[in-house]
């Protein structure tokens, strides 16, 4: 199983970052990707997922119409673009398999991580 997060780095207050999350084909062909994050002392939050075939999404109210997840699946990649950044969006950011081709919210309910990549945004 591999999952290769990248991406991250130090942005300013309203700018951008690209998320990429690099799959093996055979491990995610049929299942459900998603992004999560945690920040220092909290836990890990759910961000977005999307279903590998339909292209389904789901987002979190606190990144919705800022942060927008799509996949390529030629390259067995998974992206979250990030816009408008602020400083609460500042954690180490996950990308993991699910154990469905359906997307959840819950961490639970994925079976595979990324090692995470950090995103830190100053004011």
């Known amino acids: 199983v591999q999952l290769q997060a990248s991406g991250g780095g130090l942005v300013q207050t309203g700018g951008s970052l690209k998320l990429s999350c690099a799959t093996s084909r055979r491990t995610a062909s049929n299942n459900a990707v998603g992004w999560f994050r945690q920040a220092p002392g909290k836990e890990r939050e759910f961000v977005a997922h999307?279903?590998?075939?339909?292209?389904?999404?789901s987002y979190a109210d606190s990144v919705k119409g800022r942060f927008t997840i799509s996949r390529d699946n030629a390259k067995n990649t998974v992206y979250l673009q990030m816009n408008s950044l602020n400083v609460e969006d500042t954690a180490v950011y996950y990308c993991a398999i699910a154990r469905s081709s359906y997307g959840s919210t819950d961490a639970k309910m994925y079976q595979y991580w990324g090692q995470g990549t950090q995103v830190t945004v100053s004011s």
């Open positions: 999307i279903s590998w075939r339909g292209g389904g999404t």
